[in-house]
Structure formats: structure tokens, C-alpha cells
């Protein structure tokens, strides 16, 4: 099997060609970290206060290096857990507020790329939640049981009319959430950029900042004095000597399939607009691309040390092991393809906490961080930006967020975080099946 690992989606990102910082700036706003959340938290500043701020974003490595430049594009609701499990922990009222701001999230993300027509390919649709075994569908069934009594519109799937969205000989039942989307993040990320440029906001890429100070960081050898920075480095802000313990940077994978035949998809039924993500606590996840391939995920997720976000970068020499492992799912879940010829396999690093929540501070300095959306940071990173501009006019050190805490919940001391989080992966693939999944 011959496939490429350093490419991921391609990079239309290229015509672009943003500079390097190569003298020492000045600004009131410094976003470190061209991500989808630095890159919304740049666009927001400038929409709301227009020339009056001055904007520089710097990214360690070229657009688009980081997770929202390798993403699935899947962009759905849900933070934390399973709907029933946040009522359990917090009460009706508070899940109702922490789901309803997930999906206020994913509305004004869908939005936001239609009003400002990001190109990147935004199909509207909907995400179906599977499950694989009888104890996980029992976890389907409540959720879609407590989403319904709450008022959120989705509808349940048995395994005759799932097998109608999907098919698959294993899914038991499905939860369908509607008015998700599913996008190009390459193309995204630049359109945004594209944005920020436009509206007067300076980008530098190949640029890696140091450990920021008090309204100084280095970068590339040369100062940036701001006002207030922004941390938007999600799954490598450790390496910052921030949130350590509390972020764990996770590789997770994907594989591209060549275009699937019209006879290969009319065996899987699946539409360009819809995407699968199964209930394990380990799980997989699949969509079609407009050019009608397979896009595959999810699977085996281990620590993200350095040298691991470098080769990820570089292109894994690992891509065999990561192609064993989502073949693995995909002869599983969906049989009839597991034949199919795979052209890309890659990783990349996202931001986890331990409860599965964001962490955003603004503290009394002048750093910001915003960090650790987990799987779900397509439409939080977007709208996070937005809340942050917002936030700035506040004089509130807490923003108004259903699930806000001041930060993460601590792990482990940071040389004990690659064992704790491997371990822990261990245990949730062992719980998976210790439940027969
Ligand atoms: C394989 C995969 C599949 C995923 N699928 C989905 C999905 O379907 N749906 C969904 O909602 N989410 C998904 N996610 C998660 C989503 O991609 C992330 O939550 C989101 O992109 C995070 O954006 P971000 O801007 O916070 O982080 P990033 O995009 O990682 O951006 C952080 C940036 O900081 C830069 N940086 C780091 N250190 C420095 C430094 N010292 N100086 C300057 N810059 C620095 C990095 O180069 C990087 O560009 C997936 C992630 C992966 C990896």
C-alpha cells in the first residue's frame, strides 16, 4: 500500500504566501497560534473595533500546520459527554444551557461561513451517532431519551432505518442531530486568513514564539510588544509552559480513500452532507468528501510528545501502523469497503482535558489562553473567537459560558502525562471491550 502521510487536505493555502516576522512589532492584540481559534479570535477583534486595534497573529509553522488544518471537517454539538451523563452530573437546567450553547455555537459557525461566503466547501446536514454493541445502545437510547425530554429536535434510528442513512452489518441504532455541516478546514483556515488580511490584521507563519512575558514575548529573534496576547495554541500550549497537566496534547488519525466508485458508494449509502461517528469511548468516525471519498477516522489516539507533533508535521514514518489501525475499523464497520484503495493517512495533535471541557482564562495578566476544545473544535473554536472579542470589552474575568471554570482539571505533573494519558487511553479502549464493543 502506497499512500502519502504529510499532505492531508490539500493546501489551496499556498497562494497565500504570508511573510515571516523578520523585525521586532508592536500591537495591541497578539494571537499566538494561526489555528481556526486564533484565526476567529482575530477576524472578531477587527470586526468589532475595526482599525482602532492593531492585530498580529504568528504561527510557529505554515497555516494550517495544526489540528484545524487535519481535521475531518465534521462540524457538529456536543462538549463534556453524552447528553444523559451531563444531566446526571449537573442537573437538567445546566446540560440544557451547556447543549444549547454547543449548538448556538454550531449555528453561528455555519452562519458566519455563508455571511462572509468562506470558501470551504460547507455542506449542510445532518451527524448521526451509532452504536455497536448492546451496553453502548442502552447509552444511545438515554441520550436520545434525555435530549427529546430537554427539547432538542433529534430523532432516533433503529437498525433497519439506520441501515437506510448507512450501511453497515454492525450498527444497532442510531441518534440523528440535524443542521450539522461538514467543510473543507484547509480551506477554511485560509478563507479566514483571507479575512484577517483583509481587514487590516498582519499574519506571520514560520514564526515560533517563546514563552510570553508580561506584554513581551520572542519570536524568531525579535520582540513583539502587545497590549494582550492570546494563546490560541490548543494541543501545544505545554510546550508554552502553560495549562501544563491540565492539556494533554493527543494524536489522532485519518485516512483518505481515492474516489470511490459509484457502485462502492451505493453499497455505503452515506450522502456528502451527513457524517457517522460511532459511541465508544474509543470510537471511529467516517464521512464522504464532495469528490466522493472516504474519509475515515478516530481509532487509536496516544500522547502527542514533540518529536510525534514533528513527525506529524514532516509525515509520519508511522502511517503504516496508523493505516493498520483505522483498516482495523474499516473492515469492522463498514466491510464492503474494506478493499479500497487508501491515497493519504496523517495525525495531528489535539488539546484534551480530563472532563472533555474548553479552557479559556483571561487572567488578571496580560496572556489569555484559549485551548483544548478535544474533538469537538471546529464550531467552539469559531464561536470562542467571537466570545472573546466580546469579552474583551468586559471588565468580567469570566466569560458568560454554561461550563466555565477557571481552568482544567489537573492530570499529572507533566513528566508523568505521557504514561498517565497512554494509560488512560488504555483503560477507555479496554472499558470499550470489557463492554463487548
Ligand atoms: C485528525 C483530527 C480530526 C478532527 N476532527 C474534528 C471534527 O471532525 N470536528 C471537530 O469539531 N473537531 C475535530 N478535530 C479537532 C479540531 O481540529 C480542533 O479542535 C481545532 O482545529 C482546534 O483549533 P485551534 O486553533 O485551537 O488549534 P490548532 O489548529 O492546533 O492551532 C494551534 C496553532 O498554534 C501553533 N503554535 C504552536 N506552538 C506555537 C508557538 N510556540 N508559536 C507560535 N505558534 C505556535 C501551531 O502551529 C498551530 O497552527 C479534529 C482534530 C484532528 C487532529
Known amino acids: 500500500m502506497n499512500f502519502t502521510s504529510n499532505l492531508v487536505w490539500n493546501r489551496t493555502g499556498a497562494e497565500l504566501s504570508l511573510p515571516s516576522l523578520?523585525?521586532?512589532?508592536?500591537?495591541?492584540?497578539?494571537?499566538?497560534?494561526?489555528?481556526?481559534?486564533?484565526?476567529?479570535?482575530?477576524?472578531?477583534i477587527l470586526k468589532k473595533f475595526g482599525a482602532r486595534r492593531k492585530v498580529i497573529v504568528v504561527d510557529a509553522h505554515p497555516l494550517g500546520s495544526g489540528a484545524s488544518g487535519r481535521n475531518s471537517g465534521m462540524m457538529g454539538p456536543g462538549i463534556g459527554k453524552q447528553y444523559h451523563l451531563l444531566v446526571k452530573q449537573y442537573g437538567d437546567v445546566k446540560a440544557r444551557e451547556i447543549f444549547a450553547h454547543t449548538m448556538e455555537a454550531l449555528s453561528y459557525?455555519?452562519?458566519?461561513?455563508?455571511?462572509?461566503?468562506?470558501?470551504?466547501?460547507?455542506?449542510?446536514g445532518s451527524q448521526f451517532k451509532v452504536s455497536t454493541n448492546a451496553a453502548n445502545d442502552r447509552q444511545l437510547q438515554l441520550e436520545g431519551e434525555a435530549l427529546i425530554a430537554a427539547g432538542f429536535e433529534v430523532r432516533a434510528y433503529d437498525r433497519k432505518a439506520i441501515k437506510g442513512i448507512v450501511d453497515s452489518p454492525v450498527y444497532l441504532a442510531g441518534l440523528e442531530y440535524k443542521g450539522t455541516a461538514t467543510i473543507n478546514p484547509m480551506k477554511l483556515v485560509v478563507s479566514?486568513?483571507?479575512?484577517?488580511?483583509?481587514?487590516?490584521?498582519?499574519?506571520?507563519?514560520?514564526?515560533?514564539?517563546?514563552?510570553?512575558?508580561?506584554?513581551?514575548?520572542?519570536?524568531?529573534?525579535?520582540?513583539?510588544?502587545?497590549?494582550?496576547?492570546?494563546?490560541?495554541?490548543?494541543?501545544?500550549?505545554?510546550?508554552?509552559n502553560r495549562l501544563r497537566g491540565r492539556v494533554m496534547p493527543i494524536s489522532t488519525s485519518l485516512m483518505l480513500s481515492a474516489p470511490l466508485l459509484p457502485s462502492q458508494r451505493a453499497q455505503l449509502g452515506l450522502q456528502p452532507n451527513n457524517a457517522i461517528v460511532d459511541v465508544r469511548r474509543v470510537f471511529n468516525y467516517f464521512r464522504i468528501?464532495?469528490?466522493?471519498?472516504?474519509?475515515?477516522?478516530?481509532?487509536?489516539?496516544?500522547?502527542?510528545?514533540?518529536?510525534?507533533?514533528?513527525?506529524?508535521?514532516?509525515g509520519t514514518p508511522e502511517a503504516y501502523k496508523i493505516y493498520e489501525s483505522l483498516n482495523e475499523g474499516l473492515s469492522k464497520f463498514l466491510p464492503q469497503l474494506a478493499n479500497i484503495r487508501i491515497e493519504k493517512v496523517w495525525s495531528g495533535t489535539i488539546g484534551v482535558t480530563l472532563d472533555n471541557f474548553p479552557v479559556i482564562t483571561r487572567g488578571q495578566s496580560s496572556v489569555d489562553s484559549m485551548a483544548g476544545c478535544c474533538g469537538h473544535g471546529l464550531a467552539l473554536s469559531l464561536a470562542y473567537g467571537a466570545s472573546y472579542a466580546n469579552w474583551l470589552e468586559e471588565l468580567s474575568y469570566s466569560p458568560e459560558l454554561p461550563w466555565y471554570r477557571s481552568s482544567a482539571p489537573y492530570l499529572a505533573p507533566p513528566a508523568l502525562l505521557p504514561l498517565a494519558s497512554n494509560s488512560y487511553?488504555?483503560?477507555?479502549?479496554?472499558?470499550?471491550?470489557?463492554?463487548g464493543a
Open 22 to 44: 523578520c523585525t521586532d512589532a508592536e500591537c495591541d492584540h497578539l494571537i499566538i497560534g494561526a489555528g481556526l481559534a486564533g484565526l476567529s479570535a482575530a477576524y472578531h
Open 289 to 314: 468528501t464532495p469528490d466522493h471519498r472516504l474519509l475515515f477516522g478516530g481509532g487509536a489516539p496516544f500522547y502527542s510528545t514533540e518529536n510525534v507533533q514533528r513527525r506529524q508535521r514532516d
Open 109 to 124: 459557525s455555519t452562519q458566519l461561513i455563508r455571511n462572509e461566503k468562506l470558501d470551504c466547501d460547507l455542506l449542510i
Open 192 to 240: 479566514l486568513a483571507k479575512e484577517v488580511l483583509a481587514m487590516g490584521g498582519e499574519i506571520y507563519v514560520n514564526t515560533r514564539c517563546a514563552s510570553p512575558q508580561e506584554h513581551t514575548v520572542e519570536a524568531n529573534g525579535h520582540t513583539l510588544h502587545f497590549s494582550r496576547a492570546l494563546l490560541a495554541t490548543n494541543g501545544f500550549t505545554p510546550s508554552l
Open 425 to 435: 487511553i488504555k483503560f477507555l479502549r479496554w472499558a470499550d471491550s470489557f463492554s
